[in-house]
Nanobody
Framework: QVQLVESGGGLVQAGGSLRLSCAAS????????MAWHRQAPGKQRELVAR???????NYADSVKGRFTISRDNAKNTVYLQMNSLTPEDTAVYYC???????????????WGQGTQVTVSS
């Protein structure tokens, strides 16, 4: 099985920073797009940032200039550096990845279990 495990969440004061990590493990040949999403209570899950295997990135308007997504392909890990955090960033953050098991094989989508980020005023 393939697993995605997030880490790095926690409680931080407004204006602070956190760095989230998501490591993929299992029968993996390659990983295409990796992304971070978040969901606050009573709100729809939203895409925060995504990054391709070649390093191309996209961000939600609400986090542009504050968050940075990156990846280490050798470690099958994606990161989210979050700076200048505000209470509106409070949510459960999930990572996702599109994974192939063989060369040229089909891509399958996977999700992590989520990590809580809480930003206090």
């Amino acid at each position: 099985q393939v697993q995605l495990v997030e880490s790095g969440g926690g409680l931080v004061q407004a204006g602070g920073s956190l760095r989230l990590s998501c490591a993929a493990s299992g029968s993996i040949f390659s990983i295409n797009v990796m992304a971070w999403h978040r969901q606050a209570p009573g709100k729809q899950r939203e895409l925060v940032a995504r990054i391709t295997s070649g390093g191309s990135t996209n961000y939600a308007d609400s986090v542009k200039g504050r968050f940075t997504i990156s990846r280490d392909n050798a470690k099958n890990t994606v990161y989210l550096q979050m700076n200048s955090l505000t209470p509106e960033d409070t949510a459960v953050y999930y990572c996702s990845a599109d994974i192939a098991y063989t060369s040229g094989g089909r891509l399958y989508g996977y999700w992590g279990q989520g990590t809580q980020v809480t930003v206090s005023s």
